[in-house]
């Protein structure tokens, strides 16, 4: 079965210092995929950054950048410069696999991150 | 463009109400999705629809019954809901079923059954 840990439930860090959100999973897949998503109060979940399991580099994407550690099964999330705007849930998300070849995101319990000023 | 739109943005109904989600993509996505986000809690998936066919029900109860009318639209229809139905109800939708494709979601809508 595949599993997405996420064992911090809050984070607080100061305005413009870089923050780690950990997650860590669990599959039998060889192939895999594992996201992050934001979702601030509003609701929305916005897609962040994307990294496969036969990537050889980390995955990038602007301020936020993916420490994925395959050893280890950690794909961690690390936001540098912090802004107030980023304050939000943040969740890590592994693709599962359903009947047919269908995906499903199978989400971790997510972590609330505040930035202060 | 990467815009999922939801309508209504919240809705409340009783118990005897029929009310419908409504959820739109114009990114000419192939695949759509139904999810629940209950208070404090991760999405879990409802509902895929890969081709405008239902592909995917994860055992949901009847009161929830959804439609794809076209590529662009999908909606929910509600039923005789109970107060527990309570929820974020987040569509999303990717380029295809398959691969490495992330899935945009739109806003939700926040539903309250009294």
């Known amino acids: 079965a595949q599993k997405i840990t996420q064992t911090q439930p809050g984070m607080f860090v100061q305005e413009k210092e870089a923050v780690t959100l950990d997650c860590t999973y669990d599959t039998s897949d060889p192939s895999y995929g594992l996201f992050w998503y934001k979702q601030p109060s509003s609701g929305e979940m916005i897609f962040l950054i994307y990294q496969g399991s036969y990537d050889q580099q980390n995955a990038t994407e602007g301020r936020y950048s993916l420490n994925f550690q395959k050893a280890r099964k950690s794909a961690n999330l690390v936001i540098s410069a912090s802004q107030l705007g980023d304050s939000a849930m943040y969740f890590c998300?592994?693709?599962?696999?359903?009947?047919?070849?269908?995906?499903?995101?199978?989400f971790g319990a997510g972590t609330r991150l505040a930035v202060h000023p | 463009d990467t815009e999922v739109t939801q309508t209504p943005k919240h809705l409340v109904m009783g118990m005897t109400n029929k009310k419908s989600l409504k959820c739109e993509q114009h990114?000419?996505?192939?695949?759509m999705y139904w999810y629940k986000q209950k208070a404090k809690k991760p999405p879990e998936l409802m509902f895929v629809?890969?081709?405008?066919?239902?592909?995917i029900n994860e055992s949901v109860p009847s009161r929830f019954s959804p439609e794809c009318p076209n590529s662009s639209l999908l909606n929910l229809h509600l039923h005789a809901l109970q107060p527990e139905d309570s929820a974020l109800y987040l569509c999303?939708?990717?380029?295809?079923?398959?691969?490495?494709?992330?899935?945009?979601f739109g806003p939700g809508t926040r539903l309250t059954v009294t």
């Open positions: 990114m000419g996505h192939r695949a």
């Open positions: 998300a592994m693709r599962g696999i359903l009947s047919g070849g269908y995906n499903k995101l199978i």
């Open positions: 629809y890969s081709y405008e066919k239902l592909s």
């Open positions: 999303a939708s990717s380029p295809t079923r398959q691969g490495a494709n992330e899935q945009y």
